[in-house]
């Protein structure tokens, strides 16, 4: 499980440091910074597909000319914070990941330049690895390097020769980064018919036929998956069928008690996103870290709390995690206790580019608050966003744990 995720410089975060549990809900105005969290974690997801800097920020064309993995959001350059307006003075940005597996605690962290002179793309200046606490492999790269340091991919996804790093260690570390899954689930995508034995559900929704075929071959998670697909909709399901068409291709139907036969083709943008959500969730024997923007987007507010119920019980399993943005007051006035202690506001001053990140449980009475008002009306009415902004003075002290410059860190409880 990922258990933190620090961001220096890295978009519009000075120094912000994210905290995971199973299921954690991030919130935040538009523009604030949600879906540069995502990216960040796409970042070191690339780096743990083996990809190089400049493949993981710029896009990486695989074998047949189809794009194998998509640029990081924005312009390259603009991955680094922008100080005002300008990136001039920063060019690096660093991030660091710790994860819990198997009860151990490990970290990994590097950091990336981007080259003053503007030719020569990106470069690992540092990179390190630390099995509880203790650092196990470090490389800190000079200025001389730089035209060699261009060809390196980061170390974490490839063996080094005399690899001071285990393979138990390095399959930590890799498997959590391995295993993240960015999900935009697209009814249009989840329509179409799907190649015999594509068993994995794509990052659009691709494959939803065979992924839910494969679903059904177990009686018992049949069951569930039906279960929780008529509590989700106003349809009496009976069942699914799988109906191969001359090409071979798998398509789906759905089937009502009434008789009624309905194709994905027509089946309603919901439905589908239902079943997207359905089969990511309970193929939980392949474990992964999934990460939804907006689970809520298409969901009626009515059936947003089975859906959050569902993810809150799947993650407490604890083989999947899950990590959402969302702008749904549903979703926070329904959630757990545990859910609302790793929930996560990011916040952007208006005046100001830098965003934060707080757990919301650390606003002031918020505990309290959400006892007597609801948290979705601190939401809507624009009290998390006050409280927010009033914080900020001396809620920024989080970041001087780590080097407690001031000795600031002292005054924390
Ligand atoms: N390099 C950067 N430096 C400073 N701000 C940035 C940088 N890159 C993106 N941003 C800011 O991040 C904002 C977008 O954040 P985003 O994560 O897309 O928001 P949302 O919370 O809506 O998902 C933009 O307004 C942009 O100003
Ligand atoms: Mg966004």
Redesign the pocket.
């Known amino acids: 499980m990922i258990t933190s995720l620090r961001l220096r410089n890295f ?2 975060f000075a120094d912000e440091t994210l905290k995971l549990g199973p299921f954690t809900v991030i919130v ?1 105005a ?7 969290i995502r990216d960040a974690f796409r970042f070191l997801h690339g780096i743990g597909r083996g990809y190089t800097l400049a493949e993981i920020i710029g896009g990486k064309v695989g074998v047949g000319g189809q794009l194998e993995w998509e640029p990081i959001r ?1 312009a390259p350059n ?5 100080f005002d307006g300008s ?1 001039e003075e920063i060019g690096e940005f660093y991030v660091r990941l710790s994860v819990r597996t198997g009860g151990k605690n490990m970290d990994y962290s590097c950091t990336v330049g981007i080259n003053p002179d503007g030719k020569d793309g990106f470069r690992l200046l540092t990179e390190m690895m630390m099995a509880e606490n203790q650092p196990i492999f470090g490389m800190v790269n000079s200025e001389q390097e730089w035209r060699y340091m261009q060809e390196v991919r980061p170390a974490l996804a490839r063996p080094l020769d005399h690899d001071p790093i285990s393979e138990d260690q390095r399959s930590c570390l890799c498997s959590s980064i391995q295993s993240m899954r960015f999900l935009e689930l697209s009814p249009a995508r989840m329509r179409e018919p799907s190649v015999p034995g594509a068993t994995i559900l794509g990052d659009y929704g691709q494959n939803l036929p065979t992924v839910l075929e494969a679903i059904c071959a177990d009686a018992d998670r049949k069951q569930t998956l039906l279960s929780w697909f008529e509590e989700l909709t106003p349809m009496d399901v009976q069942g699914f069928e799988f109906p191969r068409d001359p090409s071979g291709r798998v398509h789906l139907y759905i089937t009502e008690r009434n008789g009624r036969k309905v194709s994905a083709y027509s089946a309603s943008d919901g439905t589908l996103r239902f079943l997207g959500l359905l089969a990511a969730l309970l193929n939980d024997d392949a474990g992964g870290i999934y990460f939804f923007e907006k689970i809520d987007n298409g969901i009626h507010p009515s059936r947003l709390w089975l859906l959050l119920d569902l993810i809150e019980r799947q993650t407490a399993k604890g083989k999947i995690q899950v990590i959402t ?1 969302t702008h749904s007051p549903a979703l926070l006035a329904w959630m757990n206790d545990d859910t609302f202690e790793h929930t996560s506001v ?1 916040y952007r001053d208006q005046y100001w ?1 830098d965003s934060v990140i707080r757990h919301i449980a650390d606003l002031y009475r918020l505990r309290e608050l959400r006892k007597s008002y609801g948290l979705e009306r601190l939401l809507t009415n624009g009290w998390l966003e006050d409280a927010m902004k009033a914080s900020e003075g001396d809620a920024d002290t989080d970041h001087l744990d780590d080097d407690d410059e001031d000795g600031w860190g002292m005054e924390e409880e």
């Open positions: 978009k519009n935040g538009n523009a604030s910074g949600k879906s540069n924005g603009e991955i680094v914070r922008m990136n943005t990011v580019s």
